[in-house]
Nanobody
């Protein structure tokens, strides 16, 4: 099993920045790609960014150029640096980790709330 704990959410004004962190524990050797997803009120959960164990990243069009995902394998932590935040970025942000040992298995954190005020 893998446990994921997010931190770093909060209230920020439009144009501001936040950095989210996600610390993994447990069977960390089984983790492959990691990523961030978000769910705004009344909307479905959507992909924000992913990063492979080798450092290759992928972003949703809506955040590309504003958000940066990074990963510290030594600390078992993935980060999401969010700049130029907009009110539409308001959501609960969830950390995700994909198992590289069990096909179709992934893990989720409980989420951290990001609120961007206009």
């Amino acid at each position: 099993q893998v446990q994921l704990v997010e931190s770093g959410g909060g209230l920020v004004q439009t144009g501001g920045s936040l950095r989210l962190s996600c610390a993994a524990s447990g069977s960390i050797f089984s983790i492959g790609a990691m990523g961030w997803y978000r769910q705004a009120p009344g909307k479905q959960r959507e992909l924000v960014a992913t990063i492979t164990s080798g450092g290759n990243s992928n972003y949703a069009d809506s955040v590309n150029g504003r958000f940066t995902i990074s990963r510290d394998n030594a600390k078992n932590t993935v980060y999401l640096q969010m700049n130029s935040l907009k009110p539409e970025d308001t959501a609960i942000y969830y950390c995700n980790a994909v198992s590289r040992r069990i096909v179709g298995m992934d893990y989720w954190g409980k989420g951290t709330l990001v609120t961007v005020s206009s």
